[in-house]
């Protein structure tokens, strides 16, 4: 039988990001339900403020070497499955991220065990671990049973609650010695983007603006609601294909993942691309003149209107209330 759970920490720049959170959540969860532990593995240059962070697991495996700021998936993959085999795991938990995007698949090679990516829930009944992964974007949802003890799973950004995953204490820490393999490639510098726009993902309000705001004059009309409901505008990515917003305010699949308190959705179609991006949203409000249009089947409430000619009266009711 195994003896525990591991979450693959996530960390960028010294900050621990939020997927290991839901992570260490939903890992938690599991080994209660197996009666083991959940143990966090955590790597890198300089790690060790990362600990304080990871009071939800009951122990942290600590690898830190200063060869291990960027290392390279093959590098990844060969100390954790010297982890993963010394610490008898049986599944192991990683974000689906641009940060560790191939490790997944190329740890379950070496380990000779299954990869379950995109996954949305997980659940464990009678001993039997069941993954639920989204497929083509979300339009299918495939719920596969773990016959095997041991699989590797990438978890999909946003399908946890983190705060499940968040405690502020230190568990035991037990370093770990990097096995003597050869670094290459070697990482030389991050290169940081221009600062100045909006973190969309921050945000309690976005107004969100899609094809039918027809030409950029119109994405005033969104800025005319930011400025009586505070929030940030963004976009599908119709808009920013034309370079009417920059792609740091894109919402979707090949965008941002976002859940904030109001969601305004202008002109929006609602394709399932976008819609996973935004579908979690505490409060969806939808505009468009479309009575068809999907965005209606995920909204809270919905306005089947032009919007040119709703979000003055809206904004214009605002400004009077307040």
Known sequence: MAKCIMVLVEHFQGTVVDITYEMLGAGRKIAESLDVPLTAVVFGKDVNKCLSALGAADSVVLIEDERLEMPGIRIIAEILKSVF????????????????????????????????NFCKNISVEGGTVTVTSQLFGGKILSNVNLTNDKCIISVYPGSFQNEAGKAAKIPPVEEFAVPAIEFEPTFKRYIEPEAGDVDITKESVLI??????????????????????????AASRPVIDQGWLPLSR??????????????????????????????????IVAVNKDAAAPIFNVAHYGICADLQ??????????????
């Open 208 to 233: 969100s603006v899609g094809r039918g705001i027809e030409n950029s004059d119109n994405i005033s009309l969104a800025d005319d609601l930011v400025s009586v409901l505070g929030g940030a505008v």
């Open 250 to 283: 894109q919402v979707g699949k090949s965008g941002m993942i976002v859940k904030p308190k109001l969601y305004f959705a202008l002109g929006i179609s609602g394709a399932p691309e976008h819609v996973e991006g935004m579908k979690d949203s505490e409060l």
């Open 85 to 116: 085999e010394q610490k008898e795991a049986s599944i192991m938990l990683m974000g689906g991220t641009n940060i560790t995007a191939g490790i997944g698949p190329s740890l379950a090679c070496k380990l000779k065990v299954p990869f379950l």
């Open 309 to 322: 000619d709703i979000v003055p009266v809206l904004v214009e009711n605002l400004k009077n209330k307040n």
